[in-house]
Structure formats: C-alpha cells, structure tokens
T-cell receptor, first 108, second 115 residues
C-alpha cells in the first residue's frame, strides 16, 4: 500500500515546541515534503528532505530517516498563526502521496 | 510574478452534469498536477502532466480526464458528476515532473459542489 500516517490532531501552547510525526512505506521513495494548510486555503511548501538527518529553516525543522520510513516536523516558539493542518507527502514516481494531515491547535 | 491560478473559484453543479476546471501554472513551470481534497483529508492525486503528456494517473474513474496545452495550462474534466465528487480541486505546478526534487506550488483551488 501507499499509506502515509500522521496523527489526526495535536494541541500545543503558544511559545512551546511541537513535533509532528509522519511514517510512510519506503518503496518508491524519492523525497518527503511537508506542507502547511490553513483552513479553506491551498497547501504551502515548508520543507523537502531527500537525505537522512535534520534540516533547519528558521522556527521550522524537518527530519528524515529513509531506512525507517519516518519523518518529523519540528515547530519551535509556536505562534497563534501556526494553527493549521500540516501535511506530509511522499514524492514517489511522478506523484505526491499525501497523509491526511495533522491539525495543530495552538492555545494561548 | 503570478502564482498558479485556477478558475472558477466556486462551482455548483447537479448530478450527471459535466464540469471543466482550468489551471494556469507559474511561468516557466512545465508540469501540472491535479488533486482532489475532501474536507478533513489530504489531497488525492488525480493526474500529472509534463510537456503536454500524461505522466501519472491516480486511482480515479475514467469520468475524470485532463489535458495540457502548448502554453502548459491545463484543464480537468469530470463527466457524469456524482455527489461524491464534491471537493476542493487543487492544481499544482512544478518545474519538472517527478522522480527528483519537484516542489509543487498550489493554486487557490476550485470548490466544486454537486447537488
């Protein structure tokens, strides 16, 4: 199958750190995307990992382990505007295979 | 520079009708992908076109078809609409087709409601 699994919903506090996990089947893997999607809007690009390890980009970092079929998105210094759905997607042979998204709720 | 544009923004149709959705990619992008997103779910891949050729097709019935024009714009057609076709239809463009880094830039989507 092509299941991409991520938690349905997470809650965190403003100013804190949250880690959103994503697991995927390793076959046909070219890379792993993370996108942010606010309600009613189109997804916007956050990160793309091809090699193992952590890539940091400001308050957001993304980690990949290809052998384990595992990635996570780390959000630091959470702000209220970070309330959104976060989708991971596997880049696989001319298509992106998407998880259902993790709805992140930020509380003051 | 203009981003990905889609038209129309919203559309209401009845069961059995046909619909055509349009997408213009970012200038210089040669690949267009179409996705269906039902509320609360991630996007589902429908088609990818690159250089006017179909490069990939998702698990959708033959009622769904698409094409890409010489200027790289694209149309998605859905025939014999069903209630279950109600969704947000997203178009995404990228410089290349899949296999390597192909960051996709999304348009605002077309919200299709089938009554």
């Amino acid at each position: 199958g092509q299941n991409i699994d991520q938690p349905t919903e997470m809650t965190a506090t403003e100013g804190a750190i949250v880690q959103i996990n994503c697991t995927y089947q390793t076959s046909g893997f070219n890379g792993l995307f993370w996108y942010q999607q606010h309600a009613g809007e189109a997804p916007t690009f956050l990160s793309y990992n091809v090699l193992d390890g952590l890539e940091e980009k400001g308050r957001f970092s993304s980690f990949l382990s290809r052998s384990k079929g595992y990635s996570y998105l780390l959000l630091k210094e959470l702000q209220m505007k970070d309330s959104a759905s976060y989708l991971c997607a596997k880049d696989s042979n001319y298509q992106l295979i998407w998880g259902a998204g993790t709805k992140l709720i930020i509380k003051p | 520079d203009a981003g990905v544009t889609q038209s129309p923004t919203h559309l209401i149709k009845t069961r059995g009708q046909q619909v055509t959705l349009r997408c213009s990619p970012i200038s210089g992008h040669k690949s267009v992908s179409w996705y269906q997103q039902v509320l609360g779910q991630g996007p589902q891949f429908i088609f990818q076109y690159y250089e006017k050729e179909e490069r990939g097709r998702g698990n959708f019935p033959d009622r769904f078809s698409a094409r890409q024009f010489p200027n790289y714009s694209s149309e998605l057609n859905v025939n014999a609409l069903l209630l279950g076709d109600s969704a947000l239809y997203l178009c995404a463009s990228s410089r290349t087709s899949g296999g390597y880094y192909n960051e996709q830039f999304f348009g605002p989507g077309t919200r299709l409601t089938v009554l």
